[in-house]
């Protein structure tokens, strides 16, 4: 009798060799009870068990692959059963195996630790019957790699989640930080130090485990008070360290719905997110962003006049597109709606901009006439919008004071309560915001002075050099 294998005929005889008659019945039952009948697997699976020890066919090979793949983690060696030979009277197997598996075989049981052939062959069969066929045997190999590789995921998750609780535990009595001060968390956990990957991996950890989030006015800070929700929150705000792509894309859509100049250049898009990121980063933005309802991203190339790309949009569109329904909500939220039915008098109280008001009104009636007005009101956003101020230390105070905007300024400059009154004529204690600024931290109640530094400095602290992304 002959079958087709890859092409080729090969001829299948009988195996016709004695084994236990016990070991016999133990192996068809455990083929019966696989396939739901014996015939023809018991032929079959047997050969393949036989080529198996002969070291022959894909099986074999698969079984090496996993088994060096479970060596690299240190897999534990395989149980053996110890079986015994039965004593009972003998059976002829008459299965028909390929030949050349036949000859195998008897070649090699001469070889192994057997009396004779068909010793050999009661010895497989009796292995396939309490379940350690070839099949059985992958399966367990491959289910000791997958308890090693869960217990390595899983000591290192407990690591990370060891770190992220430590580093929470040096913060938990801050209520608000920078991230200087989230460095030195991160300095004081043994094991990692403050690295960008570091900071990556963590911050957001972090930040759930305390219920912290970025501060609505302070791309620099972080916080555990209660503010909007993030979609409520202007995305430029949001430090680039939690930035992912969509997010900013949506910074610079925001910058430039509201920026009202025809020639929004790839230097606007760079201001526009908080850590100013390469040229080449913020074109490739622009580029994806024109590519969206609404804006067109030029080449300067293809322009007549000029030779930088720029970014135009058309309100309009935006407005009425699903594409952009989180552009909308900021766009409405700020009070630039289209219509112009959203009324920043009205939302005061719950978007988030009630420090607008508390600054104004805690200004003195003559603020326009003092020297380096600007410096005072900013120095009052930072004790109106940053928890536990009064135990900042200077440096951090005076980081807080740098990251305020102009934009910020310029709200508490319009709001109704600001003290409007006629700009100091030339010389009148120092005639108005120009020169030496000085920073008024409080401490224990009773401001006090700080670093003087210069306010044409104060409006860009980077110098305006792009930074790598």
């Known amino acids: ?39 023809p697997y018991t032929g079959t699976e047997l050969e393949r068990e036989l080529r198996f020890a002969l070291n022959d066919g894909t099986v074999h090979e698969l079984y090496d692959a996993i088994e060096d793949l479970a060596d690299v983690f240190g897999k534990a060696p395989a149980k053996k059963n110890n079986l015994s030979a039965p004593s009972d009277e003998s059976a002829v197997v008459s299965y028909r195996i390929a030949e050349p598996v036949r000859n195998g075989i008897m070649s090699l049981a001469s070889n192994a630790d057997c009396s004779n052939p068909g010793e050999f062959i009661e010895r497989i069969m009796q292995s396939y019957a309490v379940g350690e066929s070839v099949e059985e045997r992958l399966i367990e190999l491959t289910d000791r790699i997958k308890q090693a590789t869960e217990h390595e995921f899983n000591d290192e998750l407990s690591a990370i989640e060891k770190r992220t609780k430590a580093i929470a535990a040096e913060l938990e009595d801050a209520g608000s930080f920078t991230l200087d001060v989230f460095n030195s968390a991160i300095q004081a956990v043994p094991k990692i130090s403050p690295s960008d990957y570091t900071r990556e991996k963590y911050l957001p950890l972090v930040l759930d485990e305390l219920d912290a989030t970025w501060h609505p006015h302070n791309p620099k800070l972080f916080t555990t008070d209660d503010v909007p929700p993030e979609e409520d929150r202007d995305p430029r705000n949001k430090p680039y360290l939690l930035m992912d792509t969509a997010d900013k894309r949506l910074a610079i859509k925001t910058d430039r719905f509201a920026d009202n100049s025809r020639c929004y250049t790839v230097s606007d898009a760079v201001d526009a997110l908080p850590k100013q990121p390469q040229h080449k980063t913020a074109r490739k933005l622009m580029r994806e962003i024109g590519e969206t309802d609404g804006f067109t991203y030029v080449k300067g190339s293809e322009r007549r006049s000029g030779d930088a790309d720029v970014l135009m949009v058309d309100r309009k569109a935006v407005m ?35 420090w607008v008001k508390e600054v104004a009104e805690s200004l003195p009636e003559d603020i326009s006439e003092i020297e380096n007005a600007t410096a005072i009101i900013k120095n009052k956003i930072v004790c109106a919008t940053v928890e536990n101020h009064d135990a900042l230390s200077r440096d951090e105070f005076n980081e807080c004071f740098e990251a305020v905007t102009d934009k910020q300024v310029a709200q508490v400059r319009q709001h109704d309560a600001y003290p409007a009154l006629e700009p100091a004529s030339p010389g009148a204690k120092g005639g108005g915001d120009a020169g030496e600024t000085t920073i008024q931290q409080p401490e224990s109640g009773i401001e006090e002075q700080s670093t003087a530094m210069n306010s044409a400095d104060m409006a860009r602290t980077d110098g305006g050099q792009p930074k790598e992304s």
Request: cysteine-free.
């Open 1 to 39: 009798m002959s079958s087709t294998n890859n092409g080729g005929t090969v001829d299948r005889v009988r195996l016709n060799l004695r084994v236990s008659k016990s070991v016999k019945r133990a192996y068809e039952s455990a083929v019966a009870e696989k396939y739901g009948r014996k015939r």
């Open 320 to 354: 009425n597109s699903a594409e952009h329904e989180a552009l909308q909500r900021v766009v409405e939220i700020d009070g630039e709606s289209a219509d112009g039915s959203t009324n920043p008098a009205e939302k005061m109280d719950t978007d988030g901009t009630q």
